[in-house]
């Protein structure tokens, strides 16, 4: 057997399918192949339930004429460059089936982050098909969509995706899944299959629009090339029923993790945040504990709960319980079990939670990225700002004042709870010098309130980014050149508050992104031609994770881009995202205002 074949072997001997049977095997012969293709590993793959979930729809529907199938970054591919090969030149395959990628009739991918946007042409190059839309041949290469939040401005790779799905997909799939299938049984003349998938709402088809562009970057007009084809597209945010388990669950699991998405979206509306947008809504609680029942009967040691609001789902006692339960049960067979929880909103932790958390044991709130040699004991909280001001400024419900009750109930309810991370945003519009050094303050301040002799406190660094879709999209950002100083002078404003030794033993300071906010900015905000930007970074081989700023204002001039442009206030009438922009203009304008008001009178 290859090294592929070696490796997909052990990948599914070591899956178990954690929610119902196991997949059908045998497929009718007319049936689709889709296969999702992930920019990770396999365990990582695991958890990308945007994919994760679609994919075990397909595969449990049996009204679809389709079967889906997954591909990701196995151990044994070789890096050259940016592309990835095979060994010993094999054709890159699916985890199922030894059928290659490139025979695959749909291919869909998913991009987390704009900033990785470029991931898609290694998957493409890996899987032997090409990558722009029109170099593809219907019928003789697959069908590539694409989705997730890195999508959310989806004109940048608009030459390379067939469609892009916007919102939840349980219900534009499986359309597309349908129309494909009757095209392909009676193609015909009349509507192109891409015009037939414009008309699914919540898909939507790059190539049928044209844009007018303007010099330096974005979009003066953009155009349907068809009376078919309509002028907006809106994202599709579904009822609870029409969502099903594996939306809020890891379907999958090899053994060591699987998770929970309790809920969905916020009770809370921040400004720049795109929590804001889904609906709010729950899982049903007798749904996740017979989930948590499944890992007992599973013994997996490791259960995420994926959500950045967890204190808001109204049954989290009864599921805490639950997880509880195991763990006691596990331990008394001498096994472990861990729980990890996304970040929580500081105003909405009771003495309750904090009890309901500490009675695990072994648990932290941390995020997949944070790596400690000890990880447990940890209450992630992120009051974004410092100054009163500014929370009240970007609309969001966490005061200082409520970030100190929380503190308190830490220190009160728990000796377990000894480090506390919090993520403040920097660089934001209408942020004043003493805004930022605030944050060192405010991080002094609260390891005195916690009250322990080993408490530490971590300060996780975000830069402010305008993400389209949110009130904050047309707001100019900081240069990301200058977040490094910014990240000095609240480091060394801290060292200066504690003492060096206090410093070292009791802070950490986190940041590190500048090369890849370069490329988040204007990835963020570009238009079309800042696919092709990328693509020939790509090609040129420059490593994206330390892309050299110098070597992006190059490929931006190429192609008639002005990198400054992508960071001003954007005030053109139409934005490179116009046809899929769903934003209330008056409230942007509001935004824009106060933050303009609050410049004048400083």
């Known amino acids: 057997m290859s090294q592929l074949d070696l490796e997909t072997a052990a990948i599914r001997r070591r899956e178990t399918v954690v929610l119902g049977d196991p997949y059908p095997t045998t497929h009718g012969d007319d049936d689709l192949r889709m296969v999702f293709l992930f920019p990770y590993g396999h ?332 990880a447990r004991g940890i209450i992630t909280i992120a009051p974004e700002f410092a100054d009163a001001e500014m929370v009240a400024l970007y609309g969001k419900t966490m005061p200082p004042e409520h970030v100190d009750r929380a503190i308190d109930r830490c220190r009160d309810a728990s000796d377990v709870i000894n480090t506390i991370m919090l993520y403040f945003i920097i660089g934001a519009p209408g942020e004043r010098p003493e805004d930022r050094l605030a944050i060192a303050d405010r991080a002094r301040e609260i390891h005195e309130r916690l009250g322990r002799r080993d408490a530490s406190v971590i300060i996780k660094l975000h830069q402010f980014m305008p993400e389209p879709g949110t009130p904050a999209q047309r707001l100019p950002m900081t240069d990301p050149g200058l977040i490094d100083g910014y990240v000095k002078e609240i480091t060394d404003r801290l060292r200066s508050l504690v003492g060096e030794m206090a410093f070292a033993e009791h802070y950490r300071v986190q940041y590190g992104e500048t090369s890849r906010l370069f490329l988040e900015a204007v990835c963020l905000r570009g238009d079309r031609r800042v696919g092709h930007v990328l693509e020939n970074l790509y090609d040129s081989g420059v490593d994206f994770t330390s892309l050299d700023h110098q070597d992006l204002l190059k490929a931006l001039t190429v192609h008639g881009l002005d990198f400054e442009r992508h960071l001003r206030l954007i005030d053109d009438p139409v934005l490179p995202w116009h046809t899929v922009n769903e934003v209330d203009p008056d409230e942007e304008q509001r935004l824009i205002t106060a933050i303009e008001q609050r410049m004048t009178t400083s």
């Open 43 to 374: 365990a990582y793959s695991l958890m990308c339930n945007g994919p994760m979930a679609l994919y075990d729809l397909i595969n449990r529907d049996a009204t679809l004429p389709a079967f889906a199938e997954r591909a990701v970054q196995y151990d044994c591919l070789t890096h050259n460059g940016n592309r990835l090969t095979t060994p010993g030149g094999e054709t890159y395959r699916s985890i199922e089936s030894a059928a290659p990628v490139h025979a695959a009739d749909i291919i869909g991918v998913s991009v987390t982050n704009a900033g990785d946007l470029h991931s898609v042409f290694r998957l493409l190059d890996l899987a032997g098909i090409p990558r722009r839309t029109a170099d593809r041949i219907l019928g003789v290469h697959p069908l590539v969509i694409g989705g997730q939040g890195g999508l959310a401005n989806p004109e940048v790779l608009a030459d390379y995706l067939d469609v892009v799905v916007l919102g939840e997909a349980e219900k534009s799939l499986p359309q597309l899944l349908h129309t494909v299938h009757a095209h392909r049984q009676a193609p015909g003349p009349g509507t192109s299959l891409h015009e037939q998938l414009a008309r699914v709402p919540g898909l939507y088809v790059p190539s049928l629009y044209e844009c007018d562009l303007a010099p330096g970057g974005g979009v003066v007009a953009v155009r349907p090339t068809a009376i078919t084809v309509p002028t907006q597209v809106r994202a599709q945010w579904l009822a609870l029923t029409d969502l099903h388990d594996a939306h809020f669950v890891y379907p999958l699991t090899d053994g060591t993790a699987a998770g929970l998405i309790p809920l969905i979206g916020c009770r809370h509306t921040c400004l720049f945040c795109t929590l804001r947008t889904p609906p709010f809504r729950q899982a049903e609680l007798k749904m996740l504990l017979a989930y948590i029942d499944r890992l007992e009967e599973l013994g997996v040691p490791l259960i995420i709960i994926s959500a950045p609001t967890f204190t808001q789902y109204r049954h989290r006692t009864e599921l805490l319980e639950r997880i509880r339960g195991y763990r006691d049960r596990a331990a008394a067979r001498g096994i472990k079990v861990s729980t990890i929880i996304g970040s929580v909103r500081a105003d909405e932790m009771t003495p309750g939670y904090l009890r309901d958390v500490n009675e695990l044991g072994d648990f932290g709130h941390l995020f997949t990225e944070l790596s400690l040699t000890q």
